[in-house]
């Protein structure tokens, strides 16, 4: 069994000897609840190195997994699941941005709101499937074990249903823990727009396909050096 644990992704890391904040101490607990209810082999999440990195250089401190103090604690095997950055690229995620960049080259022209609620669509139906297979992947030897998974909270409805097509059983062991209002509502907008634009937003996927010959290219290129370019 699965149990899931949607988040907001700050809480997966904290500074380093800094108390926690509130929305911290929600989430410790939950997963320090879950790890006593259900009794998993392994928690793993949507998290990387490289996420880990980006958030040192946004709150410049240095930041450690949150996650692994918890299960740490609790004498708990952690595992990362999410690809680096430089796999995730490399399978085509685009993520908002480089959608938007490619709604940016068509011809139709939609509202600034409208396209900002496509370009999150856009990764919803086309990027999503990329990770959340990639995660599957890396927890096939832990599907027949009891497994918390903690990943950002739109990721427990789609993820949950990948879950479900592939025989997988889950359950939501806990949601929208460290999300502002202001988040709830934003995801909840762009469930609404892909509930009704389903067939808009593959139009636009097929008109961007045939811009770029068949193939959506990578959002960066990561060199050697871990430099990007567009």
């Known amino acids: 069994m699965i149990y899931l644990i949607g988040v907001e992704h700050g ?16 989430y410790r607990i939950c997963l320090e609840q879950a790890i006593q209810k259900y009794q998993p082999t392994v928690v793993a999440e949507e998290y990387s190195d ?49 959608w938007d960049m490619q709604i940016s080259r068509l011809s139709t022209r939609e509202s600034p709101s409208d396209r900002a609620l496509l370009a999150a669509a856009l990764e919803v139906v086309k990027d999503f499937p990329l990770r959340e297979n990639y995660w599957l992947h890396h927890l096939k030897d832990l599907l027949q074990q009891e497994v918390v998974f903690v990943c950002g909270d739109y990721h ?8 479900k097509k592939n025989g997988i059983p889950s359950q939501i062991a806990g949601r929208q823990i460290g999300m502002p209002a202001e988040l709830i509502e934003e995801s909840e907008r762009i469930n609404a727009y892909i509930e009704r634009n389903s067939q808009h937003i593959e139009d636009v996927f097929q008109e961007i396909l045939n811009l770029n010959f068949g193939r959506i290219p990578p959002l960066y290129d990561l060199d050697e050096e871990g430099s990007t370019a567009l």
Do not use: W
């Open 156 to 163: 427990v409805d789609t993820f949950g249903i990948r879950l």
């Open 50 to 98: 490289d996420a880990l990195s980006r958030s040192t250089l946004l709150r410049n401190k240095s930041q450690e997994f949150f996650t692994r103090k918890i299960t740490t604690a609790r004498s708990v095997k952690h595992f990362l699941c999410d690809p680096p950055l430089k796999t995730k690229y490399a399978m085509g995620y685009q993520e908002r941005t480089g």
């Open 11 to 26: 809480v997966q890391s904290i500074s380093v000897g800094v108390e926690e904040t509130g929305d911290h101490t929600k």
